[in-house]
Every structure is written in C-alpha cells, then in structure tokens.
C-alpha cells in the first residue's frame, strides 16, 4: 500500500528491513544501544561490526528517542537506532515514548539531510506491544510530522507478517480517511 502526503509517500511492505536501499533504515534498539534479537540483530549481523563499534562511542540511549550511526555493510547508507519502550500496561507512558521513538527517528533524518527511511514495527516483538495500537501511534506520529515537514520523500515501514502488514494497512486506511 501507498499513499502521498505532500512530498512524502508513505508505503507499507512486508519484508527483511535488512534489505532496504534508503537512505537510512531504523532499528529497534535496547536504551544500552547492546544488540540482541529480533531486527536488532539480524541489522547487526547484515550490517558487519561497524555498527556496534558507532554504537558503543555513544554509548546508549534514553528511551523514546533515537541515536544515528553508519550503516556499515548494508545498503542503507545510515542505522537510526530507536529505542521504544517495552509494553507494561498502557499506563506507564508507553505510546508517549513510542511516539517520540518514532519522531526523533524522523528528526534525526531530517538533520542529516537525508530523503528516504525505512521503519520496523518498533515494540512490538520481545518488548511485547499490541500490534494494533502500536500501528496507530507509528502511522500516526509520522502522518502528523510529514504533514508540516516537506523535507522527506519516502517514509517505508517494512512488516516482518502478512497479518502485521495488515494491520498497518488498515489502521493507514483509517487515518486517511479521517
Ligand atoms: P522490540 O524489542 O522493539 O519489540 P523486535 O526486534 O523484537 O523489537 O521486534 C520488532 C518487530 O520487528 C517485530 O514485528 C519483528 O517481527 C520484526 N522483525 C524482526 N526481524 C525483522 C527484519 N529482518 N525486518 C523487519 N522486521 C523484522
């Protein structure tokens, strides 16, 4: 699926974020920038260990932000590494801190002048968020940044599931529409 919101297309696929040739791809990273499972890993070990030497100069980072590093040997030229929160209850600020997630990752784009970048559905694997609400605040926080910044051409999330696709699909439907 895609649509265009002033200058940015906004595309969902499924697929291997690994893959992506944007500009920059986003990774679903722990607060100790440490790797792990998940796309974390699978971007660490597609990307070669000059991923994890740039994210232990930084060090780490807070919670509902994002930190930025090379791309090392993937075909996206940068990593964001976005640290969403893991999923408790509902109650403990969590779609405040998936939302700024997902907005520094797009700040962060923005900054470094770059045009296209790639989103996994962050939270929603180990850190256990419902896919459903997680696809609100994801799709949400970047319709309303697009929608007063021009500067990105391609916003793409890239869905490891048919069903999650899906699920992004029609909560974009719905957004949309109102
Ligand atoms: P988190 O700890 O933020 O929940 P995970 O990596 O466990 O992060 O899961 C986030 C999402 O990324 C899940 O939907 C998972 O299925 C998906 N995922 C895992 N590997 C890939 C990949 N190579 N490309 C895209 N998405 C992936």
New binding site residues.
């Given amino acids: 699926m895609e649509i265009v919101v002033k200058n940015t297309t906004v595309s969902l696929v499924k ?4 893959l992506e040739q944007t500009d920059a791809i986003v990774n ?1 990273a ?1 607060s100790g920038l440490a790797g ?5 890993g ?1 971007i660490h070990r597609a990307g070669g260990p000059q991923i994890m030497e740039a994210c232990r100069k930084i060090g780490g980072c807070p919670t509902g932000s994002a930190v930025i590093t090379t791309g090392g040997n993937l075909k996206a030229r940068f990593v964001i590494h976005a640290v ?1 929160p893991v999923y408790h209850d509902g109650r403990h600020g969590e779609d405040k801190l998936l939302s700024g997630a997902y907005k520094a990752s797009l700040e962060l784009a923005v900054k470094h002048n770059l045009k296209s970048i790639v989103f ?10 419902p896919v459903k609400q997680a696809s609100e605040i994801a799709l949400g926080t970047v319709l309303d940044f697009i929608k007063i910044n021009n500067a990105l051409s391609l916003v793409r999330f ?4 048919d069903s ?1 696709l899906k699920v992004y699909e029609k909560t974009l439907e719905r957004l949309i529409q109102g």
Avoid: H
């Fill in positions: 697929g291997d974020i690994t679903a722990n792990g499972g998940g796309v974390d699978a969403g996994p559905s962050i939270s929603t694997g180990v850190y256990g968020y890239v869905l490891f599931s999650d």
